[in-house]
């Protein structure tokens, strides 16, 4: 069986930094494009950042950019985002997604048809102010 498994999340003051994991078991990364997400209580999933295959093309959700990196490293079969200067409004639950194809991570929580192949089961991010 195929799993994504997030870990790294926990509370972490504001200004604070957390690295966040996502390890593949029963399938190996590098077959897809890999993205992070976020839901904040009450709110929608959303896009953080997604990269290709070989991580050589990534893209990031205007919220992410500046204190977000994403990256992965494909001989460990793991994903990572690094989150700097945290703040409250970064609480949430952190996703992680794949996809063989990077434009459906990049598209998929604003369309009702698309969906990934692979989602993890989340971690929480609690940044305390």
């Known amino acids: 069986q195929v799993q994504l498994v997030e870990s790294g999340g926990g509370l972490v003051q504001a200004g604070g930094s957390l690295t966040l994991s996502c390890t593949a078991s029963g399938r190996t990364i590098s077959n897809y494009a890999m993205g992070w997400f976020r839901q904040a209580p009450g709110k929608e999933r959303v896009l953080l950042g997604a990269t290709s295959k070989s991580g050589g093309n990534t893209v990031y959700a205007d919220s992410a950019k500046g204190r977000f990196t994403i990256s992965r490293d494909n001989a460990k079969n793991t994903f990572y985002l690094q989150m700097n200067n945290l703040k409250p409004e970064d609480t949430a639950v952190y996703y992680c997604?794949?996809?063989?194809?990077?434009?459906?991570?990049?598209?998929?929580?604003?369309?009702?048809?698309?969906?990934?192949?692979?989602w993890g089961q989340g971690t929480l991010v609690t940044v305390s102010s």
């Open positions: 997604g794949a996809d063989p194809i990077l434009q459906t991570l990049v598209v998929v929580t604003t369309s009702k048809d698309r969906d990934l192949e692979l």
